[in-house]
C-alpha cells in the first residue's frame, strides 16, 4: 500500500492540528496504520496506532490523552488529531501500514510508510 502524511505545519504551544495519511490500494482496509514521529538527533518514537477493524487503538505515553487517531476505509484515510501541542511535539510525523498480528508499536514491524510531515510546535 502507498501511504502520503499531510497536514503539519507551525502551531503555537497549545493549538492544535490534523494530520492525514492517504492510501491508495486495494486491501487498505487489512492494515493496521501507526503513526510515528522523529525530531533531530532522536530515535524514531511510536505515537499511535489503529487496527485495521479500529477496535484496537493504542497511543504513545507521551500523548495519550491530547491525541486521537480514527480511520475511515471507505475513504481510505488515517486522521491524527493532536490537541494542547506542546514543543516537544516538534518532530516529522510519519504514517505507516502494517500487516502484522498482533498490531506492534514497533516501526521494524511496520512495511510500508509514507513520507513525513514536518510539525513543528513553538513555545
Known amino acids: 500500500v502507498q501511504l502520503q502524511a499531510s497536514g503539519g505545519g507551525l502551531v503555537q504551544a497549545g493549538g492544535s492540528l490534523s494530520l492525514s495519511c492517504a492510501a491508495s490500494g486495494r486491501t487498505f482496509s487489512e492494515y493496521t496504520v501507526g503513526w510515528f514521529r522523529q525530531a533531530p538527533g532522536k530515535e524514531r518514537e511510536f505515537v499511535a496506532l489503529?487496527?485495521?477493524?479500529?477496535?484496537?487503538?493504542a497511543y504513545g505515553d507521551s500523548v495519550k490523552g491530547r491525541f486521537t487517531i480514527a480511520r475511515d476505509n471507505a475513504k481510505k484515510t488515517v486522521t491524527l488529531r493532536m490537541n494542547n501541542l506542546k514543543p516537544e511535539d516538534t518532530a516529522v510525523y510519519y504514517c505507516?501500514?502494517?500487516?502484522?498480528?498482533?498490531?506492534?508499536?514497533?516501526?521494524?514491524?511496520?512495511?510500508?510508510w509514507g513520507q513525513g510531515t514536518l510539525v513543528t510546535v513553538s513555545s
Open positions: 489503529i487496527s485495521w477493524s479500529g477496535l484496537s487503538i
Open positions: 505507516a501500514a502494517s500487516t502484522g498480528v498482533p498490531v506492534s508499536r514497533k516501526p521494524d514491524e511496520y512495511d510500508d
